[in-house]
């Protein structure tokens, strides 16, 4: 007789009448594929766990984004925030669509050259720009974003120096009405810093004031926010036609769309909650076209839009390594990766599906990652069919910042692979080796041995 | 081991506790382990019950079938629980 699929026992307390508003059942269906990619494969293939990307999802996202705002607004730019993902395959996706590059430091900075992006059309921001990286700045011609005024005084030194006139904007901060208010990059509108920083900048004729940025937070989920901004920058920006008769370039209004995931404690997933572009398009495009420029003045509008782009094409795939029961009886699940590569479970709540067919039965599980460290939680509160060691899992919307902000903590971090719209993977980063890591380590004669 | 014999078993995995009005869902193979146990089937024997039906090796029923009844213990199911 042939024996019967197995799966664990499993029994579970019915609470009913007890409100629970995060829901009961949340994953009805496995996730055994990725644009036709067989998970299992891909883990043979690549190793557990490691994060995928889906090229035709970025492709179909910028496409998207591009969209909502070129059909509202006739000059349209979007600079691909490197920050939230800098691996080289992944811009240059970006960039073979259209994209110019916004990076926050010098290594940034470099890797935006080296991709291939002229200077002019990579924007430099971020509070900490070396002399190095501004002499390269000026000398490739980019527009540099100032952060505040000791970096205004020393880019007016270097100009005069370098007796070249450097293209620059400022950064705004401002009230949209959002908490908390986002006021520690560049100057403030309200107070009127914004306002001297301009006429110093014009006055001072060292510098070419070409474009007004802003960045008003990030995760928004009010579209409404933006439209503020842009009023305040376009008010900015007619007061300079007006006072001095210049037409600024490009309003930039930064990043900070938010993607679908789920923020932590939210009552409804990101999906049905967060705001699509063409909300956000509308409430920019809108405030801009009628702040009240002509229409040969209307600034180019620049976006930096980073998670909203790439997080939806980002996965992780991952492996339990042990099942568990607490001492209040909970069952717990050690997944092969935790908090160290996977650093936005802090704040979403991602969303967890198995990688295998399984049966209607579920239970409550928390889910901890492998690390020797009690922080180590991907998710607190998830059900879950029940997995098995050496079962597969898919983690959602991971693209964003999780590539960059990830840490080599106590493991190696795992490859990238590249879902090609060709019908291939491609490894778009090794995954680490301990020589990669010790390539730094310097040991002094004297340490170099010891008896025990 | 052996749970408490007042137990309602539906064919369809609900577990009904009269003693304290809860009652329980369990899945099909879970429900099959409760049912031996109610007999008084012996652990060894359920558990080599499990290995001739279930496509899984004698640790994983060993491993799983330990969780699960601490789990009982652990919902007070069992008879030395109280």
């Given at each position: 007789m042939k024996r019967q699929q197995y799966e664990r026992p499993l029994i579970q307390r019915i609470n009913s009448g007890i409100m629970n508003k995060f829901g009961t059942k949340t994953e009805y269906a496995p996730v055994t594929h990725i644009d036709d990619f067989s998970v299992k494969e891909l883990i043979k293939q690549y190793g557990s766990p490691v994060f995928v990307i889906s090229e035709k999802t970025m492709r179909d996202t910028y496409k998207e984004a591009n969209r909502a705002f070129k059909t509202r607004y006739p000059k349209v730019q979007f600079a691909w925030s490197y920050k939230t993902n800098y691996i080289n395959a992944v811009c240059n996706v970006f960039h073979q669509e259209g994209s110019w590059a916004e990076v926050v430091s010098g290594f940034e900075y470099k890797k935006a050259l080296q991709n291939g992006m002229p200077g002019n059309k990579i924007i430099f921001n971020g509070p900490d720009k070396t002399d190095e990286d501004l002499i390269s700045a000026i000398n490739n011609n980019s527009p540099i974003h100032i952060d505040h005024l000791d970096e205004l005084y020393r880019l007016t030194e270097l100009a005069d120096e370098m007796k070249k006139k450097p293209n620059v904007a400022i950064r705004v901060n401002m009230d949209t009405g959002i908490y908390p208010m986002w006021d520690r990059f560049g100057f403030n509108y309200e107070n009127g810093q914004a306002w001297d920083a301009i006429n110093k900048i014009i006055l001072g004729d060292k510098l070419e004031?070409?474009?007004?940025?802003?960045?008003?937070?990030?995760?928004?989920?009010?579209?409404?926010?933006?439209?503020?901004?842009?009023?305040?920058?376009?008010?900015?920006?007619?007061?300079?036609?007006?006072?001095?008769?210049?037409?600024?370039?490009?309003?930039?209004?930064?990043?900070?769309?938010?993607?679908?995931?789920?923020?932590?404690?939210?009552?409804?997933?990101?999906?049905?909650?967060?705001?699509?572009?063409?909300?956000?398009?509308?409430?920019?495009c809108t405030a801009l076209l009628n702040a009240g420029f002509v229409e040969k003045d209307l600034p180019l509008l620049v976006l930096e839009t980073g998670r909203a782009m790439i997080d939806d094409a980002g996965y992780l795939l991952g492996s339990v390594i042990a099942n568990k029961r607490l001492s209040d009886g909970r069952r717990a699940t050690i997944m092969d990766f935790g908090v160290n590569i996977l650093f936005t479970a802090f704040w979403y709540s991602h969303k967890i599906s198995p990688a295998q067919d399984f049966s209607t039965y579920t239970e409550d599980t928390v889910l901890y990652g492998p690390l020797c460290m009690n922080i180590d939680v991907v998710r607190d509160q998830i059900t879950l069919p029940p997995l098995k060691k050496d079962d597969h899992v898919v983690v959602h919307t991971v693209?964003?910042?999780?590539?960059?902000?990830?840490?080599?903590?106590?493991?190696?971090?795992?490859?990238?692979?590249?879902?090609g719209l060709d019908g291939k993977s491609h490894l778009i980063r090794k995954r680490e080796t301990i020589e990669n890591i010790e390539a730094n380590e310097v040991m002094p004669e004297y340490l170099l041995k010891f008896k025990i | 081991?052996?749970?408490?014999?007042?137990?309602?078993?539906?064919?369809?995995?609900?577990?009904?506790?009269?003693?304290?009005?809860?009652?329980?869902?369990?899945?099909?193979?879970?429900?099959?382990?409760?049912?031996?146990?109610?007999?008084?089937?012996?652990?060894?024997?359920?558990?080599?019950?499990?290995?001739?039906?279930?496509?899984?090796?004698?640790?994983?029923?060993?491993k799983d079938y330990y969780d699960f009844v601490k789990g009982l213990e652990q919902l007070k199911l069992t008879e030395n629980n109280g």
């Open positions: 004031l070409v474009g007004l940025h802003t960045h008003i937070g990030t995760f928004m989920l009010s579209p409404s926010a933006y439209a503020i901004a842009a009023n305040k920058l376009a008010d900015l920006a007619l007061g300079v036609k007006k006072k001095f008769g210049r037409t600024i370039q490009y309003i930039d209004m930064g990043g900070g769309f938010a993607s679908k995931n789920t923020l932590k404690g939210s009552y409804l997933p990101g999906s049905d909650t967060s705001p699509d572009f063409n909300q956000f398009a509308e409430a920019i693209g964003a910042y999780n590539m960059t902000q990830w840490m080599q903590f106590i493991s190696m971090r795992p490859a990238v692979v590249m879902l | 081991m052996s749970i408490k014999k007042n137990l309602a078993l539906s064919d369809t995995g609900f577990v009904f506790n009269p003693s304290t009005g809860d009652s329980y869902s369990v899945n099909p193979i879970g429900l099959e382990i409760l049912r031996m146990l109610k007999e008084n089937k012996k652990d060894e024997d359920i558990k080599k019950h499990l290995l001739a039906t279930y496509q899984a090796d004698f640790e994983t029923i060993e």
